[in-house]
């Protein structure tokens, strides 16, 4: 359905025949940490995500995991072999 409480005539998730379902009943702005994100929708001078009604919520503990712009920081481990058992492995043709 249609937003009728923030950004009227744009389709929203949380509109039902009875209004908005989200806490409160209308969308909040995005947070400076949303700038550069592929979802933020600009609509009458603010800027809403696309995806979540509280953008700030979604930032509390880290970073949003719907965010276009921020990798993901996965860390490849080495994992360190002992010597003295790949000698053994290898003699014995594994």
Wanted: hydrophobic share 25%; net charge positive; aromatic share 6%.
């Amino acid at each position: 359905m249609h937003c009728e409480s923030v950004k009227s005539g744009v389709d929203c998730t949380f509109m039902t025949k009875k209004g908005c379902t989200f806490n409160g009943g209308k969308c909040k702005p995005v947070v400076e940490a949303c700038t550069g994100c592929d979802r933020t929708l600009n609509y009458e001078d603010s800027n809403f995500c696309g995806s979540f009604p509280d953008p700030e919520a979604k930032w509390r503990r880290g970073s949003c995991n719907l965010a276009s712009h921020v990798k993901n920081g996965k860390k490849e481990t080495v994992q360190k072999v002992n010597p003295l058992k790949a000698s053994k492995r290898q003699a014995a043709g594994r």
